[in-house]
């Protein structure tokens, strides 16, 4: 009769939930990243009000606007923050 390996019942589980974790860590960093940069502009809508400029090329995703009615902005400027990095991983 043979004897128990413990060894190897330690060794198989941990390659393979090694491969399994590279294999759906890169999947999800893939589809975080795939669809490129958006870009997002803060100013303010024709009406006055405070305002989101949403434009994302890939998706074809160009001048989504959304107004904040009945709001006021005290910053007369737009700013525009474009999201072309991830975020690292851990966050």
């Known amino acids: 009769m043979k004897s128990d390996n413990l060894l190897r019942h330690l060794a198989i589980p941990l390659g393979i939930a090694v491969l399994v974790y590279v294999v759906f860590y890169t999947f999800i960093?893939?589809?975080r990243t795939r669809?490129?940069?958006w870009q997002v502009t803060f100013t303010n809508a024709a009406s006055g009000a405070p305002a989101l400029l949403?434009?994302?090329p890939k998706l074809g995703i160009t001048?989504?606007?959304i107004t904040f009615?009945?709001?006021t902005n005290s910053n007369?400027?737009?700013a525009v923050l474009i999201?072309?990095?991830p975020k690292p991983?851990?966050?």
């Open 83 to 85: 999201l072309d990095t």
């Open 89 to 91: 991983v851990p966050y």
């Open 35 to 37: 669809n490129g940069p």
């Open 76 to 78: 007369s400027t737009n």
């Open 69 to 71: 009615p009945g709001e």
């Open 29 to 31: 960093e893939h589809r």
């Open 54 to 56: 949403i434009n994302e």
């Open 63 to 65: 001048n989504l606007q």
